[in-house]
């Protein structure tokens, strides 16, 4: 069975940093692209990140861009995702996503990833 599995969430203060987890089970991590989304409340999701995991390549929303880095241990078949200098505008529900082909993950489709995990919360206090 497939499954991808959030944590790492939780309540910390603007400017802290929070690292979250997506371990994988039910199929081979470097086979697949791994998305990285979230859902602030009363929002759209919205893409955040996606990584190559065969060979670590990588590529960001522009909002994210040298706050967030993601990165993955496929050893562990797990995905990271290291989120410093916290915003209040960072809360919400992220979400991994995992795509066998095509380009969703780079474009930031949610609609064309193949597996998601439940999500975890992050929460930004000011």
């Known amino acids: 069975e497939v499954q991808l ?3 790492g969430g939780g309540l910390v203060q603007a400017g802290g940093s929070l690292r979250l987890s997506c371990a994988a089970s039910g199929f081979t991590l470097d086979d697949y ?3 990285w989304f979230r859902q602030a409340p009363g929002k759209e999701r919205e ?3 996606c ?3 065969s060979d670590g390549v990588t590529h960001y929303t522009d909002s994210v861009k040298g706050r967030f880095t993601v990165s993955s241990d496929n050893a562990k078949n797990t995905v990271y995702l290291q989120i410093d200098s916290l915003k209040p505008d960072d809360t919400a529900v992220y979400y991994c996503a995992a795509e066998r082909s095509g380009s969703s993950c780079w474009l930031g489709y949610s609609s064309g990833m193949d597996y998601w995990g439940r999500g975890t919360l992050v929460t930004v206090s000011s």
């Open 47 to 49: 893409w955040v990140s």
């Open 5 to 7: 599995v959030e944590s």
């Open 51 to 53: 990584i190559r995991t």
């Open 33 to 35: 692209r791994i998305g």
